[in-house]
Nanobody
């Protein structure tokens, strides 16, 4: 079993910044990809960004140039730096981990709320 603990959500004004953290614990051997999904009210959960153990990254078009995912393998932690936040970024952000591919999530975090006020 793998446990994902998230932190860093909150309320911020439009144009502000937040950094999310996700630390994995438990039987983490074999986890290749970590990433972040988000789900806004009434919308489907969508992939925001992901990073492999080797450092290959993906960022959704909607966040490119504003969000940056990074990873500290030694600390089993992934980070999502979110800059120039917009009200449409408001959502619950979920950390995800996969042994193979981030679209096939093996483990989910509990979610952290990010609210951007206009």
């Amino acid at each position: 079993q793998v446990f994902l603990e998230e932190s860093g959500g909150g309320l911020v004004q439009s144009g502000g910044s937040l950094r999310l953290s996700c630390t994995a614990s438990g039987i983490i051997r074999g986890i290749n990809v970590m990433g972040w999904y988000r789900q806004a009210p009434g919308k489907q959960r969508e992939l925001v960004a992901s990073i492999t153990r080797r450092g290959y990254t993906y960022h959704a078009d909607s966040v490119k140039g504003r969000f940056t995912i990074s990873r500290d393998n030694a600390a089993n932690t992934a980070y999502l730096q979110m800059n120039s936040l917009k009200p449409e970024d408001t959502a619950v952000y979920y950390c995800a981990a996969s042994r193979v591919d981030i679209v096939k999530v093996d483990y989910w975090g509990q979610g952290t709320q990010v609210t951007v006020s206009s």
